[in-house]
C-alpha cells in the first residue's frame, strides 16, 4: 500500500522507478513518489501520471527545456502533484524501486541520506517557461522539417515501396480498423465511439497499439491484434487471444519479443522504422482496411514536437501514406449517427400489428366481433 504524508514542504511516498513515464505508470499507485527521466514532459505523459495520483514526480531531466511549450508540467502541477526538477540522472540509480523516499523541498533523501538536490518547480515557473518557449516554436517547426525532409531521403520507401507486412489471420478486407493509442482524450473517444452506435453496428477491427489494448479492455471490448513495443500492455491483454505483432526494426532487434517468448506466446513480427502507432497503420492499410479510425495517436503539430524525437518524421510520411483512408475518431463520432433504417421501422410495425391481432383474436370481444362480421358478409352476398 502507498505512504503519503505532508508536513509543511516535506512529502514522504514510495518510489517506482523507470526511464520511461509510460512504462512507469502501469504500477504508480495514489501517494507514490513517481522518479522518472522525462525531457519536455508531453500532455500524454502528464495525463497517465495524473490519473494515478502520485505523491509526487522527481524527474532526472528538465521538465521543459524551452525547444517548445510543452503543457505537462502545467497539467501536473495544476493538479496538485509537486515536481522536483532536474534531479540528475544518477538519481535513478541512488533510489530503489520500493524504497521511502521523503522530500524536503528540493532535496531528495533516501533513509535520511541526501541523494539529489533538484528545482521545485512552481505552476507560475511553469507558465513562464511554457510563454517563453513559444518564441521557440518556429525553429521547432523548422527543425521538424529538415528532419522530415533528411528522413525522406534515407526512408522513401516508406512512400513508394510496399512494406512486407506480417500473415496475420484477422481479416481486414472491406472493412474498417480501429486503432487504440493510449493518447489524450483516448478515453472520451472510444465512450464517444460507443454511445454513438459506430462500435456496435460497424464491428470494426479492434487494434491495440501496446497500451492501447487495455484501453479497449477497459472499455468491455476484446482487441483482435496487438502490436508494439510490448512494454507498456498488461498480461492481460496479451493472453487475451488477440493476435500478438512484435515491433521489429532495422537493425533486427524487436525489444518486445523477449516477454512473449518468456510467456509462451506465440507472435509475428513486423520490421520498420518508425513508431508502433506507425506500423499499426501500414498493416491495416496493406491487409486491406476501407477505412483507418485513430483514437489517441498523433495527428497535431504539437503532437508531433511532444515525442521530440526523430522518429517521428516516419509518423508523418506514414500518415502520406494512408492519408485517403484515416480519420480521427473525434471526426467520425461527429459524422456518424446510429439511425432506423425504413426495413426497420417496417419491420418493427408489422410486428406490433401482429402482436394486436394475436390479442385481439383470443380475447371475447374481437371473437364475437369477427363472428359477427361474417354473418353480416354472408346476409349481404346471399
Not at 473517444?189 to 484501453?215: C, H, Q, S, W
Not at 519479443?257 to 492499410?285: K, N, Q, V
Request: charged fraction near 25%.
Amino acid at each position: 500500500m502507498a505512504l503519503s504524508s505532508r508536513a509543511a514542504e516535506r512529502i514522504t511516498g514510495y518510489a517506482r522507478v523507470d526511464r520511461r513515464t509510460k512504462r512507469l505508470v502501469g504500477r504508480l499507485g495514489p501517494g507514490d513518489v513517481a522518479v522518472i527521466d522525462h525531457e519536455d514532459i508531453d500532455r500524454v505523459a502528464a495525463d497517465g501520471l495524473v490519473a494515478t495520483r502520485p505523491a509526487a514526480v522527481v524527474n532526472a531531466a528538465r521538465s521543459s527545456t524551452g525547444r517548445y511549450p510543452n503543457i505537462g508540467p502545467i497539467l501536473l502541477l495544476a493538479a496538485g502533484i509537486p515536481v522536483v526538477d532536474e534531479c540528475g540522472g544518477a538519481v535513478l540509480q541512488e533510489i530503489p524501486e520500493g524504497s521511502l523516499v521523503e522530500l524536503d523541498g528540493a532535496d531528495v533523501l533516501v533513509g535520511g541520506r541526501l541523494v539529489a538536490s533538484g528545482t521545485a518547480l512552481t505552476l507560475a515557473e511553469a507558465e513562464d517557461r511554457f510563454d517563453e518557449a513559444k518564441g521557440a516554436l518556429g525553429g521547432a517547426i523548422e527543425a521538424f522539417a529538415a528532419n522530415t525532409l533528411d528522413y525522406l531521403r534515407r526512408e522513401s520507401h516508406l512512400i513508394t515501396d510496399r512494406p512486407e507486412v506480417p500473415d496475420v489471420d484477422v481479416d481486414f478486407t472491406g472493412r474498417h480498423a480501429l486503432i487504440v493509442v493510449r493518447g489524450h482524450d483516448y478515453r472520451e473517444d472510444l465512450g464517444a465511439l460507443r454511445r454513438g452506435g459506430y462500435l456496435a453496428e460497424v464491428r470494426p477491427v479492434l487494434i491495440g497499439v501496446d497500451g492501447g489494448a487495455d484501453a479497449l479492455l477497459e472499455m468491455g471490448l476484446e482487441p483482435d491484434i496487438v502490436i508494439g513495443d510490448m512494454d507498456s500492455v498488461s498480461g492481460e491483454a496479451l493472453t487475451g487471444g488477440a493476435e500478438l505483432v512484435v515491433h521489429g526494426y532495422r537493425d533486427g532487434s524487436a525489444p518486445g519479443a523477449e516477454r512473449l517468448s518468456a510467456l509462451g506466446l506465440p507472435y509475428h513480427t513486423f520490421e520498420a522504422t518508425g513508431t508502433s502507432e506507425d506500423i499499426a497503420m501500414l498493416l491495416a492499410h496493406e491487409r486491406g482496411a476501407e477505412l483507418i479510425v485513430a483514437v489517441g495517436t498523433h495527428s497535431s503539430l504539437t503532437d508531433f514536437l511532444d515525442k521530440g524525437r526523430d522518429g517521428m518524421a516516419s509518423t508523418f510520411l506514414v500518415r502520406l501514406r494512408v492519408g485517403p483512408i484515416l480519420v480521427d475518431a473525434k471526426g467520425v463520432n461527429r459524422l456518424w449517427h446510429a439511425t432506423l433504417r425504413k426495413r426497420d421501422l417496417g419491420l418493427l410495425a408489422a410486428s406490433a400489428l401482429l402482436a394486436m391481432s394475436a390479442i385481439f383474436a383470443v380475447s371475447d370481444t374481437g371473437r364475437l366481433f369477427v363472428r359477427s362480421l361474417w354473418l353480416w358478409i354472408r346476409s349481404v352476398v346471399g
